[in-house]
Nanobody, 115 residues
Framework: QVQLEESGGGLVQAGGSLRLSCAASGSFFKISTMGWYRQAPGKQRESVATITNGDNTNYADSVKGRFTISRDNAKNTVYLQMNSLKVEDTAVYYC?????????WGQGTQVTVSS
């Protein structure tokens, strides 16, 4: 059993910053890729950023240059530093982890950016 617990969401004004964290716990040996997805009201869930256990990163075009993903393998934790936030970044953000070919999702944390 693997659990992913997100934290760090909230309400921020446009141009502000937030840092999301996601800690994985449970019974596993190694996490391969971790990442963040988001889903805005009325829209499909989309990938925001991913990071492999070799620290290779991938970002959605809409967040490049503003968001930074990182991970601490010793803590089984992935972070998402979000700067220069825009109203259109408002969404529920989900943590995701790939472990032995299986995908695990967090419960989601709300990020709301006001104008």
């Amino acid at each position: 059993q693997v659990q992913l617990e997100e934290s760090g969401g909230g309400l921020v004004q446009a141009g502000g910053s937030l840092r999301l964290s996601c800690a994985a716990s449970g019974s596993f040996f190694k996490i391969s890729t971790m990442g963040w997805y988001r889903q805005a009201p009325g829209k499909q869930r989309e990938s925001v950023a991913t990071i492999t256990n070799g620290d290779n990163t991938n970002y959605a075009d809409s967040v490049k240059g503003r968001f930074t993903i990182s991970r601490d393998n010793a803590k089984n934790t992935v972070y998402l530093q979000m700067n220069s936030l825009k109203v259109e970044d408002t969404a529920v953000y989900y943590c995701i982890a790939w472990i032995l070919g299986r995908v695990y999702w967090g419960q989601g944390t709300q990020v709301t950016v006001s104008s």
